[in-house]
């Protein structure tokens, strides 16, 4: 007996020939298929007609209600990073449909980003190379306001998941004295956990880390960051609705807070007028800090692996909306 292929709807804006590069492992047990348009009516369209649909990575196709309710036949949805804010969890849920991210495999690489933002901040490096590069020669001023070593500053981690765990370990092999809080505490973190208001109060360095929930929305306002010492950093590799960019940015024209590194807007890309845009001390990146060749190959295993589980009828890994991880076609 034939077996109807599976119908894999892939949603991230990449190349036809790379997505079903991705799933040629898999033969005529899916068949793959794009929206004819990259907007809602192009995914609305499409969806119909899906089994499984992963998402899209890039924040430009999301999968509202709307979506979900005209997918008679979706059952899983594979996110293509650990962040769920592009789909609508509660209609998927509501709907049955299990829900996994790719928890872990970017763990490393923005670990590494936020290390690598915290040395340029310290050390005004983007800063010197944009005067540099202007004809300038900031020598003296560079030895008059002093860089920072960094084991000599106190990192605070907000959020210890994947990510928040790599960045405290990679932050304490330089020799910096690592806390962090999050919503669930780690009894066997090496890092020393501290409430949020009393981690605040002892982070040169702020990292943020954890996803963006409605627990979450605005946790670190203009109030918290007032509770920050004088002059210290914030790196921001989790999502801009943690941090109200209004906040952050009257603690930066205050001078309250020395600096910032963000991979993260509340609009992407970053409209050019922003006033981000004309802060020297603020190091700006394109949501890129996960954007690593080893990252990306982590991520395709992952994808691949948890279709193939679907299909084949086994549980998948990482289903972060509660359902069962089974997978039931219908």
């Given at each position: 007996?034939?077996?109807?292929?599976?119908?894999?709807?892939?949603?991230?804006?990449?190349?036809?020939?790379?997505?079903?590069?991705?799933?040629?492992?898999?033969?005529?047990?899916?068949?793959?298929?794009?929206?004819?348009?990259?907007?809602?009516?192009?995914?609305?369209?499409?969806?119909?007609?899906?089994?499984?649909?992963?998402?899209?990575?890039?924040?430009?196709?999301?999968l509202d209600a709307d979506a979900v309710a005209a997918a008679p036949r979706l059952a899983f949805v594979q996110?293509?990073?650990?962040?769920?804010?592009?789909?609508?969890?509660?209609?998927?849920?509501?709907?049955?449909?299990?829900?996994?991210?790719?928890?872990?495999?970017?763990?490393?690489?923005?670990?590494?980003?936020?290390?690598?933002?915290?040395?340029?901040?310290?050390?005004?490096?983007?800063?010197?190379?944009?005067?540099?590069?202007?004809?300038?020669?900031?020598?003296?001023?560079?030895?008059?306001?002093?860089?920072?070593?960094?084991?000599?500053?106190?990192?605070?981690?907000?959020?210890?998941?994947?990510?928040?765990?790599?960045?405290?370990?990679?932050?304490?092999?330089?020799?910096?004295?690592?806390?962090?809080?999050?919503r669930r505490r780690r009894p066997q973190a090496p890092a020393t956990y501290r409430e949020l208001d009393d981690l605040l109060a002892h982070s040169d360095i702020l990292v943020v880390a954890l996803p963006l929930?409605?627990?979450?929305?605005?946790?670190?306002?203009?109030?918290?960051?007032?509770?920050?010492?004088?002059?210290?950093?914030?790196?921001?590799?989790?999502?801009?609705?943690?941090?109200?960019?209004?906040?952050?940015?009257?603690?930066?024209?205050?001078?309250?807070?020395?600096?910032?590194?963000?991979?993260?807007?509340?609009?992407?890309?970053?409209?050019?007028?922003?006033?981000?845009?004309?802060?020297?001390?603020?190091?700006?990146?394109?949501?890129?800090?996960?954007?690593?060749?080893?990252?990306?190959?982590?991520?395709?295993?992952?994808?691949?692996?948890?279709?193939?589980?679907?299909?084949?009828?086994?549980?998948?890994?990482?289903?972060?909306?509660?359902?069962?991880?089974?997978?039931?076609?219908?």
């Open positions: 007996m034939t077996t109807t292929p599976w119908n894999v709807l892939a949603l991230a804006p990449l190349g036809e020939d790379i997505v079903r590069g991705l799933f040629a492992p898999l033969g005529d047990a899916v068949e793959v298929s794009f929206p004819s348009s990259r907007d809602r009516a192009g995914v609305h369209a499409a969806i119909a007609e899906a089994d499984i649909v992963v998402s899209d990575f890039s924040g430009d196709l999301s996110l293509p990073q650990v962040g769920s804010d592009n789909v609508d969890m509660e209609a998927l849920t509501q709907a049955d449909v299990p829900v996994a991210n790719t928890a872990g495999v970017n763990a490393r690489a923005v670990a590494e980003w936020a290390v690598g933002a915290a040395f340029s901040l310290c050390r005004g490096l983007a800063w010197a190379d944009r005067a540099v590069r202007a004809g300038g020669w900031p020598q003296m001023e560079t030895l008059v306001h002093g860089g920072r070593e960094l084991h000599t500053q106190r990192v605070g981690i907000v959020g210890y998941g994947a990510i928040g765990s790599e960045t405290a370990r990679l932050f304490s092999a330089l020799g910096c004295p690592v806390s962090y809080w999050t929930t409605d627990e979450t929305h605005d946790l670190l306002n203009e109030a918290k960051l007032a509770l920050l010492p004088s002059k210290a950093l914030l790196i921001n590799v989790a999502r801009a609705g943690i941090v109200p960019e209004d906040g952050l940015l009257a603690a930066l024209d205050s001078g309250d807070l020395a600096g910032a590194a963000l991979d993260v807007f509340d609009v992407e890309p970053l409209p050019a007028d922003h006033p981000l845009r004309t802060h020297e001390s603020v190091l700006l990146s394109p949501h890129a800090a996960w954007a690593t060749t080893q990252a990306q190959i982590n991520t395709a295993v992952v994808i691949q692996d948890n279709v193939k589980a679907a299909v084949e009828g086994r549980p998948v890994r990482n289903v972060i909306n509660g359902l069962s991880p089974k997978i039931d076609r219908r």
